[in-house]
């Protein structure tokens, strides 16, 4: 199980949100830097947030001022605020790099659930409302949208119990949340992408077709671009039977070949379906490739 500690990663949360967002970034939780105008009594109960300057008076809760003598005004759903579902692979192959404490601790999971609550905590600073759903790991968790200061905690407490197990299958579950979410709201799908069946990324095509807007973080290991090993080795399939023991030294070029020609056919069915994309793998700053992923979210 992955704690809190290792799913936020405060650093990189601020950078984003100073990058991307605008105004000092702020230590988590935090209420929304914008406001909507369809806030009112007409919707949605959500939460109590402090009064500070600026907020619209006819929303102060005099119940509350009279038994505490604080100020609090009432904050509603609005279904107009930008919504974001975080898909992230939890299939068996996203086990890997697994330090071998019995969790998924050093894993491209952990890797994609430290990634998701990142861009999760900069969607809810501004306001915007956040979920979750995980493909593979033999659970079909979700969390819908929703933009209180408990979601992101939610959200964590699901990543962190996850078990990465069995099989993606991105095509099912996307066509799951195109059913749960209906049309206008964005979907980050983090995945190694690493079953063939989804190289061409028929998922995202699915979701666009529906009125959604899909972004894909693709997250791989370095093991997987460096082929690091030096001595014979056995390679075991982590979601299938198979198995292939090979001299790395021996295959190493034409491995690399053969990576790249992958990350490239990604690179080029995100780019013909106007997906925005970014690589990420345990080796490297996440901070400027998630960035262009927020450019143009939360602005009506």
């Avoid at 369809?38 to 006819?58: C, I, M, Q």
């Avoid at 009279?66 to 996203?94: C, G, I, P, T, W």
């Avoid at 997250?219 to 056995?234: G, I, M, Q, S, Y």
Wanted: aromatic content about 6%; overall charge negative; some cysteine.
């Amino acid at each position: 199980m992955l704690d809190r500690s290792e799913l936020y990663d405060a650093d990189l949360v601020a950078r984003l949100t100073r990058r991307e967002i605008g105004g000092p970034p702020s230590p988590y939780p935090h209420r929304g830097v914008h406001r909507s105008p369809r806030r009112g009594a007409s919707l949605e109960f959500s939460e109590h947030v402090e009064y500070s300057a600026g907020d619209d008076l006819r929303h102060l809760d005099w119940k509350v001022l009279a038994k505490s003598d604080r100020y609090f005004v009432k904050r509603y759903e609005d279904e107009r605020l930008q919504r974001a579902v975080f898909l992230v692979d939890a299939s068996a192959s996203m086990a890997y790099g697994a330090n071998g404490s019995g969790t998924p601790r050093g894993s491209k999971y952990h890797l994609a659930a430290r990634l998701a609550v990142a861009l999760g905590a900069c969607l809810l600073h501004q306001g915007d409302a956040v979920g979750l759903a995980l493909a593979g790991g033999g659970d079909h968790a979700y969390l819908p949208p929703r933009s209180s200061e408990s979601q992101l905690e939610a959200t964590m407490e699901v990543l962190g119990a996850a078990v990465p197990a069995g099989t993606a299958n991105l095509s099912a579950s996307c066509g799951g949340l195109a059913e749960r979410l209906g049309r206008g709201a964005s979907v980050f799908v983090l995945s190694d992408v690493l079953d063939p069946a989804d190289e061409e990324l028929e998922a995202l095509r699915f979701l666009a077709a529906r009125g959604l807007s899909p972004r894909l973080v693709q997250v791989l290991h370095a093991d997987e671009l460096d082929l690091p090993f030096e001595n014979t080795t056995k390679f075991v399939d982590l979601e299938g039977p198979g198995s292939l023991v090979i001299d790395p030294l021996a295959v190493r070029r034409a491995y690399a070949e053969e990576l790249r020609d992958f990350v490239e056919r990604v690179a080029r069915a995100a780019a013909l379906l106007a997906v925005p994309r970014a690589l990420v793998t345990t080796a490297t700053d996440p901070a400027p490739a998630l960035a262009g992923l927020l450019r143009g979210l939360g602005r009506r």
